[in-house]
């Protein structure tokens, strides 16, 4: 089974993706057949025995790099040359085993703040991100998520086109992409829902096992 671990590193968050990777190496799908498609505006020296497809990107000021991620994902379809698709965030650090577990059609992971909860979705009813009060939902990390190749293009390129839509209107989402991406797990619900071991937020300390940590960081600082 090929798979393709999706990580976008530019600017200061290229300093996170040697050590994602080698704990990607060390934890993620072990017995599959991983390749790292990594997006970045600088160049990469990546040590790891897995293969890496690098493509270049223009890095672009907050909030358009996590804004634009499904565009970019949409964009670069014709490289990935996988069965499953996955996005991590690049500042995030595999710690426990992640197998076979994780492999569905569509796939959502629980936020930690807001497990089996409501969270905090979108309220503007001119969003294409809206979600409405009566509407039953639970509200999934933008962090970690992913499906086959097939299901993950297709909800890129919709998020994608909704965020242009959005944007043309003067709309950014609540929580840009994630927002978005909730929006559309209403939409299309997940095949598989993975708890917030997934998503683990490092300095927290819930009832979840430790297995893909969301680390600590001065985002400020870092988005610069």
């Known amino acids: 089974m090929k798979v393709g671990l999706l990580i976008i590193a530019t600017n200061k968050y290229i300093d996170f993706l040697q050590p994602l990777i080698t704990s990607a190496d060390e934890f993620f799908l072990k017995e599959h057949d991983v390749t790292y498609y990594i997006f970045s505006n600088l160049p990469i020296d990546i040590k790891t025995n897995r293969k890496v497809v690098n493509t270049s990107v223009k890095h672009r000021d907050w909030p358009w790099m996590t804004l634009g991620r499904y565009e970019i994902f949409s964009r670069n379809s014709h490289k990935y040359d996988s069965d499953y698709l996955y996005y991590c965030d690049a500042d995030m650090r595999f710690v426990g085993e992640v197998g076979p577990e994780i492999l569905s059609d569509r796939v959502a992971t629980q936020h930690p703040g807001y497990y089996s909860r409501r969270g905090t979705p979108e309220t503007n009813p001119i969003s294409k991100a809206y979600v409405g009060e009566s509407e039953n939902m639970e509200y999934f990390a933008g962090g970690f998520n992913g499906g086959t190749k097939e299901e993950y293009l297709k909800m890129s390129k919709t998020i994608s086109d909704n965020i242009e839509i959005d944007y043309s209107n003067d709309i950014i989402a609540i929580w840009h992409d994630e927002s978005h991406m909730n ?36 985002h400020k600082e870092i988005r610069k």
């Open 183 to 218: 929006r559309y797990f209403i939409d299309n619900k997940p095949t598989k829902i993975l708890n917030p071991s997934y998503c683990y937020g490092e300095s927290m300390n819930i009832p979840f096992e430790k297995k893909l940590l969301a680390l600590d960081k001065n």
